[in-house]
């Protein structure tokens, strides 16, 4: 929330990046209360969320969209900064803000139509076989289906833009330092995106491989919920609280690590003490 007002709240920051930025706290947000649905339902009545109920349907839908709208946001980010540093020697193609607003409807639209692909029939419901043990009524092909595409999607994607864009600042530090020039700034944005880009892989991997693993786990297991209880169970419910911090750690990563958001950030709060100060700053 802070993050999506201080974003709004600040018109020079409505930049192409700035739009995508605010999205994924967007998605995040959603993330975050979808799961917080889910755990309300956990605490009421805690058989539907095991053996399963027409309940679930809802929540775990939107849970799945949030999700995926999430993933596409880091993946459409990645894309942005790689074309913003490869193309920055080029004038004839710039990423604009129609280009993010393109973004980020494609990627809502398709996030809302994989996740709502259970509320239009693609559920166990009234079926004994092919059944999700961790994500009843939730058929183990459509877990299949959404999870093992964006998986790839969420790591393969964001791997080669950030190496290129490492790459392309290499390549033109070198160039610099053979013509006699500084290549303090290409050093220094190398260190940057190098370490940020780690940041962004380990934090997927920890977000990510677990519920995965839940998925493959329920794929290839055929036992009954009693059999598994509460082991798999408690599996699963810390492989929600991973996507949780998943969501928690993408603004330290993307967003409040920026020099000028934090400086925007301390502006507002002084607004109400000194309105024309913090409009100065």
């Known amino acids: 929330c802070t993050v999506i007002f201080t974003r709004m709240a600040t018109k020079d920051l409505h930049k192409p990046i700035s739009i995508l930025f605010c999205n994924?706290?967007?998605?995040?947000?959603?993330?975050?209360?979808?799961?917080?649905?889910?755990?309300?339902?956990?605490?009421?009545?805690?058989?539907?969320?095991?053996?399963?109920?027409?309940?679930?349907?809802?929540?775990?839908?939107?849970?799945?969209?949030?999700?995926?709208?999430?993933?596409?946001n880091l993946v459409s980010i990645g894309i942005e900064r790689y074309l913003a540093v490869a193309e920055s020697m080029r004038t004839r193609f710039r990423v604009t803000r129609s280009h993010s607003i393109a973004a980020v409807l494609i990627n809502w639209v398709l996030a809302f139509f994989l996740g709502c692909l259970p509320l239009m029939g693609w559920n166990c419901l009234h079926m004994e076989k092919n059944i999700s043990v961790l994500y009843s009524p939730f058929c183990v092909n459509y877990l299949i289906f959404i999870a093992i595409p964006n998986v790839v999607v969420a790591f393969i994607i964001p791997l080669f833009t950030y190496l290129r864009i490492i790459i392309i600042l290499r390549k033109r530090k070198l160039r610099m330092k053979a013509c006699g020039q500084a290549t303090g700034t290409y050093k220094s944005a190398e260190i940057q995106v190098a370490r940020t880009s780690i940041f962004i892989w380990l934090l997927a991997l920890i977000s990510y491989a677990p519920f995965f693993a839940g998925v493959i786990f329920d794929?290839?297991?055929?036992?009954?919920?009693?059999?598994?209880?509460?082991?798999?169970?408690?599996?699963?419910?810390?492989?929600?609280?991973?996507i949780t911090i998943n969501c928690l750690g993408n603004p330290i990563i993307y967003t409040l690590k920026v020099k000028t958001l934090g400086a925007k950030l301390k502006a507002l709060k002084c607004l109400s003490a000194n309105r024309v100060r913090a409009c100065t700053i």
Do not use: E
């Not at 053996?51 to 596409?72: E, N, Q, R, V």
């Not at 059999?227 to 798999?232: A, S, T």
């Open 24 to 72: 994924l706290a967007f998605s995040d947000l959603f993330t975050s209360f979808s799961g917080f649905w889910i755990s309300m339902l956990f605490i009421t009545n805690p058989d539907i969320t095991i053996f399963g109920s027409k309940d679930m349907l809802a929540p775990y839908a939107f849970y799945t969209m949030s999700i995926l709208s999430t993933i596409y």
């Open 219 to 242: 794929a290839t297991i055929h036992q009954c919920h009693v059999d598994l209880y509460p082991g798999v169970y408690i599996f699963r419910n810390c492989t929600a609280m991973l």
